[in-house]
Every structure is written in C-alpha cells, then in structure tokens.
C-alpha cells in the first residue's frame, strides 16, 4: 500500500513535536532528517549487497529499534548504527545522538531518542512500496521539513534552503529539458545548501544526469548528501568545503572544472568572501573580468560560476537586485559581463521570498552558447506575482508556470517582459545599469479624479472606456447601464444596489457565461476520459502535465478569464488531493478506493512502536479512505440513511434549545428552579415528587413536567443518533471492500475531482461580474453628486440648524 504524503507528514512533524524546545529548528532538523534517512535506507537496500547504499550488517534502523529504552541508547547508535553508514558510504558526520545538552540527560535522553524512533517505526512508514514512476514522496517530506525548519530557524539560520518554487523555475530557464545530446549531462552548485536546487535540476532533465555540489558547511553537505539519497541520487557528489577559497572540482591541469549547467543561490553579499582567496593571481583566472569589492562577494560567486561553465554551458543564478544596478568595481564587471554577451536574461523576483533576508533578488540567466552575437537580453518583471504565507512570500503555481512560459517564447508581454537591447542598456543615459524598472513600466495607470465631473456631475467617458475589454464581449449591456448625460459625460441607468443583478442576469453575459461553462463541460468531459483510463504503472508526472497544458490552452483566447488562475485552482487541487489520489492508482490500481483505516487514540506506545492500548475511535470519525472517503461513500450509497441521521440531529439541536431555553427562563432568583444546587434530571424529578405532595400551582408543575419530558426526549434522541450512527458505520465498513472498479471511478472521478473543477471556473466567473460591479460602484459613488449640489444641501442644513439655535435662544 502506498503511502499518502499527508500521513508521512504528520508522522514527521510528530517527530519534530519531540525534540522542539530543547534546542532551535536548525538543530533538530539533523536529528529528524537523520532518522528519516535512515528508515529509508534500510527500507530500501537493507541487506541487498547490489544496493545504491550500503546498510551494514546490525546497522539498520531495525537495530536501532532494539534500542530503545536502553540506558546507553545515544552512544550506541552513534557508534553501532550511524558510525558503520558513515564509513561505508563515505558520508560526512552525522549528528550526536548522545548530545545531552540537546537531547537532555540521563533518562530524558533516552525517553526523547526513544520516542523518535517509536514515530518512525510505524507499519505505514514503509519505504520499499513506493514505487510508481516518478513518485517522489520521501523527496517531497523532505521539502516539507525543510521548508518547516527554515521558517521555524528565522532570519538567521534559513540559508541552508532555496524554496522549492525558485528552484524549479532555474531548472526549468536553464533549458535542460532541452537537451538531447547522447553524451552524460553534468550540472553543478557551488554552493549546494541542502541540494535542493541540483535535484531540481536532475528533476527537469528527465534523462539519468552526473550532479556535483559544494558546500561550506559539514553539517549542511551532508544533509545535501542525504537527500541525493532520498530522491534516488545516490552517486551525486557532495563536498563540504570553502568553493571560492579551495573549490574542489579541478581538471588535471588545476583549472576549474567545466560543466554543461550550473545552478546558484549563493549567501546574499558575503563579506568574508576574500577570506583565503588570492585575488590579485587568482589560481583559476575566475578575476579576468574585475575584483568584486572586498565587503560583497555577489559578483564574485558569479564570476565563479562563469568559470565554471563549458564553451556551450548554461547558468541561472540566485542573486540580490543590487547587482544589477551598484556601480563602482561591481559596474565594471557588469559591463564587461555584457560586453561578453554571457547574460540571456534576467528575472525579477518578489521580496521576502527567501528565509535568509527579505531583500528582493532576481535570477541571472547566463549563456557562453552564441554569447558573441548576442543582441540583447530578456527581462521579466515578476515582483508582483506572489501569495503571503506566513510571514514570507512564496510563488504560486500560476507564478511559476506564467514565468516559464514566457520565457521559453520570449514573448513581450506588457508591464512584464520584454526584449532589452544592448544598444539600450549601454546608451550613455543606462550606462550598462540593468535594473528592471529601467525597461519595464510596470506601474499601474492612477486613477485620477475628473475635476468637471465633480463640479457637474457625471461618469468620466474615459473612466467607462478603461472598460473596454468587458464592452468589447458585451456591447449592449453598456447602452443598458449607461446614457451620455453630456458630451464626454454617463449617467448610470440603474441603482448602485441593482448594478450586480442588472450584468449577472445581462442576456449577454449569461450568453458568455454558457459558452464558458459549454467549452469548459468539452475540456473535462475531455479529462474525465483520459482519467478512466488510468491504470495501474501508468506515468503521473505526465497525466498532471497533460492536465495542466490542455486547461491554459482551453482559456487561451479568453479575453476576461486569466488562464494562469485557472491553472492555479487545477494545481493547488492537485497538491492537495489530487496527487494522492493519482499515485496510488499507478501504485495499486483503482483497487486503492477499496482500502481505508480506522484510526487509533494515541496511547503510550511500548518497545515496538505499538501503542500498549491501542482503542479504536467510535464513528465514521475514525475512518479515513484512501481515495473515497467515508463521507463520499455514503453520499453514493447511503444518502437516505444519512438524511434520517441528519433529522435526527436537527431534532437534537432543537429539544437542546428548548431545554436550553427552559431552564434560562426557570434558574434565576425567582426561578422555579431557583432553589436547586444544580439542574439536571434527577434532581428536577425528585423536585417535581417534591413539589407535588406540596401542591404546588398547576402552572408550576406543568413548567417543571415539560423540563422532565424534554430531558427525557432529549436522551431518547441521543440513542436514536447513536444507534444510526453505529448502523451506517457497519455498513459503511461491509461497503467498502465490496466497492467495484467501475463505482471507485466514477465516485473519484465524477463526485470527487470534477465538482471542484467546476466550482473552480464557477469562482472565476464570480469574479468577473464583482469586478466590473465593484468598478462601476465606485465611479457612480464618486460622482454621485456634484459639488454645487452639495454645497447647497450644506448650506440648507447649516441655515436649519441655526433657525433651531434661534428658536433656543442660543444665538441671537
């Protein structure tokens, strides 16, 4: 059974509940990422002597499970587990696990480290079924802890990762995808972090690649080298060492070696970066072009990165926006840079994306291929495109793919891109400065108040015009909102509360709307086709990427749908739901629909990993599906059952408010219950025998009566639920191991991914009419009245307001 990626998410963010707070994220991330490693090594080639990693004889994570409890459990897996994986795959040190000044002494030591294992060691953590083409899923938890760790680490320790989003877009500019030499393919980053970025590369390739990295810190090279290893890259080469001082990588006769790519994002305007480096005789020539300043070593790790690249090579490097523009020794270089032809393009990326500075940056596109003629280079103004998370920024799906499409084509695309050429940039006015709002406009146009339609009254021509996209699809229905009241001049037609209904229910609109909704019905019945067809071993990567082209190719042509949202709805469900759901069916078949869990309280959990008293949760609650959920399956099957549950629960929520308002009405001072410690059925009904050898009014008893026969009712209620609840749970659990195929697709596919692609363009579509109602809102509020009229409306209430004054005698 495949794993789901929100199961392993959850087990690995446990994991990291039991270190945190003994020490700070950058720190437990080792610990963490360490056991991950080692589980998944030892799922996968624990005793395969033909295996990408060794696992040595009584240093798997089997072993490591004999561990716990054991009073010396830190020591001995430092040296009978992680110690014999270090020698035999040539890996950097791992963390201490007998480290008491962050896992605690004594037994709080051995308790922490014993939890973590026990996390791990969970039947569903199992690594070796993973298997479809092209999941990735130990890679992605990975992503997913870091990504975790850098925002819980702060300003100061996230460096050690580039967000996965600007890691795909410089594999994907550098144009690796594009390259069908038969010869192996070699990309390199000098400074390699957690490898993130050359795995995105490896990932963008799609053809086996050599992947060599540098990094400066020990303990970050070998988390890059682990997770090579966790994304099927055991013998990418990792070394941890100072690349500007003493880069490892060399040809024989002691220059840098060359590769095809290279990617970057190097520390941000380093300011030790001369530190060991000879910059007057450079041993590799890496200066020919200028000596970046003593206190920056921006353009230093750039000319690095020049040096490296073969005659045809290709780079794309992370850097800060300064570069484009700081003059000095930094302009020089950039102009000899340029002179070279080496820069293809640049792209302006959006502030607060990086977990080391909130400063923005922009990605160099360099290319020594034809570098001699070239003219001119590309740039992209793609500041603006980002969604707050958290307290960082971070590029959506729409982001990235609308940044690769246009530079694949490089299409100019207004307030966006366009074609710079060198002639421009060097004209003495830019002397070679390359910052982007130089080139792109992309302010947008003010929206300027009409001095004549405030004094007179009426909508501004040129305000109703800025409208015309929305005119150009629906003509008619701007004669119906609007009558020229003066040359150059509208009046609107109808209310400002009637604007919304009078465009949603335009014969034109709901025509554009039908069109929409007819075409948009032909692309998904198109995919739910294609989806049917799915099988067992089928390639995800390519059924999503197929999904993908075919829905921005569907709005295209759509004059007011913006393509790229609609394609962001389709990728955000998929990285919820959808992707899930497709590698289990490449893993298992649709069979996977027939699989649930029933969820267990968590207990204390023995030697095992088991929880000692495992109890299962009462209800549907405690059933999760793997694809069809408990929730969908009785919608399909069960839906008059489930609406008689649901009666019954009204009927509770009622008799509770009666109840409810019951006893409010009868507990105060003067209350019929006034006199009673506390109400509850019992003690009513011994007050009510009470009250009754009393004689108490009738009126009394009655009130007390009603409150016995509602609580009783209310319990009556109560059972029924239960009762209802217990049979639909039995049947919901026969149900499932007899779903068929044919019930599993049309659940999943009809009732499942297609209601939420056809609210998606319903949304779109919403937008649409709200803009234009809002915009039409706005300038009939604004010229609503003219300034005379007002002022005569003001001097009419000041005259009556005086006149009461007068009469007050307040004023004389």
């Avoid at 929409?516 to 099988?535: G, I, K, P, R």
């Avoid at 649930?596 to 000692?612: P, Q, Y």
């Avoid at 915009?775 to 209430?797: F, G, H, N, S």
């Amino acid at each position: 059974m495949a794993i789901k990626k929100s199961e392993l998410y959850s087990s690995l963010w446990a994991s990291c509940d039991e270190l945190r707070g003994g020490m700070d994220a950058s720190q437990y991330k080792d610990y963490v990422l360490t056991m991950l490693f080692v589980k998944y090594i030892s799922d996968k080639y624990k005793g395969d002597p033909f295996g990408a990693i060794a696992v040595p004889e009584g240093a798997s994570f089997d072993n490591m499970v004999d561990l716990v409890g054991n009073a010396e459990i830190g020591d001995k897996i430092n040296k009978q587990i992680l110690n014999p994986i270090k020698e035999a795959n040539k890996l950097n040190e791992f963390p201490d696990f007998n480290d008491e000044n962050k896992l605690g002494k004594g037994k709080d030591l051995v308790d922490t480290v014993s939890e973590l294992i026990r996390i791990f060691n969970d039947p569903k953590l199992d690594f070796s079924k993973n298997s479809a083409e092209g999941d990735d899923i130990l890679g992605d938890a990975y992503e997913y802890l870091m990504r975790h760790f850098a925002t819980e680490s702060g300003k100061s320790k996230g460096q050690f990762y580039t967000p996965s989003e600007v890691s795909r877009v410089l594999a994907k500019v550098i144009g690796i995808n594009q390259n069908n030499s038969s010869i192996q393919t070699t990309a390199y980053d000098p400074t390699c972090g957690s490898g993130s970025l050359l795995l995105k590369v490896a990932n963008e390739a799609g053809k086996s690649i050599t992947l060599y990295g540098q990094e400066k810190e020990t303990t970050t090279a070998n988390l890059a080298k682990m997770n090579m290893i966790l994304h099927n890259n055991p013998t990418a080469e990792i070394i941890a060492d100072n690349t500007l001082s003493r880069p490892f990588y060399k040809e024989e006769n002691g220059s840098l070696k060359k590769f095809d790519y290279v990617v970057a994002n190097p520390p941000f305007s380093l300011k030790s970066w001369s530190n060991g480096v000879n910059v007057d005789s450079d041993d590799y020539d890496r200066f020919a072009l200028g000596v970046p300043p003593e206190k920056n070593g921006d353009y230093a790790f750039l000319l690095h990165i020049l040096k490296s690249l073969k005659a045809n090579g290709k780079a794309a490097v992370v850097l800060p926006h300064g570069v484009l523009f700081r003059g000095n020794a930094e302009g020089e270089i950039r102009k000899n840079i340029l002179k070279k032809g080496y820069i293809k393009a640049i792209i302006g990326l959006p502030a607060n994306l990086f977990y080391g500075t909130g400063i923005p940056a922009c990605i160099i596109v360099l290319d020594k291929e034809n570098a001699e003629q070239r003219k001119g280079l590309f740039m992209i103004d793609a500041s603006k495109g980002f969604v707050k998370d958290g307290n960082k920024n971070r590029l959506r799906e729409q982001d990235i793919r609308k940044i690769t499409d246009v530079f694949d084509s490089f299409a100019e695309v207004p307030k966006f891109s366009r074609m710079v050429s060198i002639a421009e940039i060097a004209d003495p006015k830019n002397d070679y400065n390359l910052n982007i709002p130089r080139y792109i406009d992309t302010q947008e146009a003010e929206d300027i108040q009409d001095l004549a339609g405030h004094l007179l009254g009426g909508i501004p021509q040129k305000d109703v015009d800025s409208l015309q996209s929305y005119w150009d699809l629906f003509p008619s229905l701007k004669a119906d909102l609007f009558s020229p009241a003066r040359v150059g001049y509208f009046e609107l037609n109808v209310s400002a509360e009637n604007i919304k209904t009078t465009i949603f229910n335009h014969p034109e609109f709901v025509a554009f709307n039908t069109q929409m909704h007819t075409a948009f019905d032909e692309w998904l019945h198109q995919q739910q086709s294609e989806w049917y067809q799915l099988d067992k071993g089928f390639t995800v990567k390519e059924a999503i990427d197929q999904s993908a082209q075919t829905i921005l190719s569907h709005f295209e042509n759509n004059a007011l749908v913006n393509r790229y949202a609609m394609y962001q709805h389709l990728m955000q469900y998929w990285n919820e739901v959808m992707q899930d759901d497709f590698y289990s069916i490449a893993l298992d078949g649709w069979k996977a629909g027939n699989e649930f869990t029933r969820l267990v309280i968590k207990g204390k959990k023995g030697k095992d990993g088991k929880t000692a008293k495992d109890k299962e949760i009462a209800g549907l609650a405690g059933i999760e599906g793997r694809m069809v959920t408990p929730e969908m399956l009785i919608h399909y099957f069960f839906a008059a059952q489930n609406e008689s549950l649901q009666d019954l629960e009204n009927q509770l929520n009622l008799t509770q408010e009666a109840l409810a308002e019951i006893e409010e009405e009868n507990s105060g001072e003067e209350g019929i219950f006034s006199d009673l410690e506390k109400i509850n059925l019992k003690n009513v009904k011994d007050f009510y025998k009470q009250r009754k050898a009393e004689n108490a009014p009738k009126e009394e008893l009655k009130y007390i009566k009603n409150y016995i026969d509602t609580q009783e009712a209310l319990g009556g209620i109560t059972k029924l639920i239960k009762i209802a609840k217990e049979n639909l749970e039995i049947k919901v659990l026969t149900q499932y191991p007899l779903l068929t195929e044919a019930e599993i697709k049309d659940m999943v596919i009809n009732h499942k991914w297609t209601p939420v692609l056809q609210h998606a363009l319903k949304s779109e579509q919403e937008k649409l009419s709200q803009n234009l109602t809002q915009r039409i809102k706005e300038l009939a509020d604004r010229y609503q009245q003219a300034l005379p009229v007002l002022e005569t409306k003001t001097m009419e209430a000041s005259q009556k307001v005086l006149a009461h004054l007068q009469k007050m005698g307040l004023v004389w």
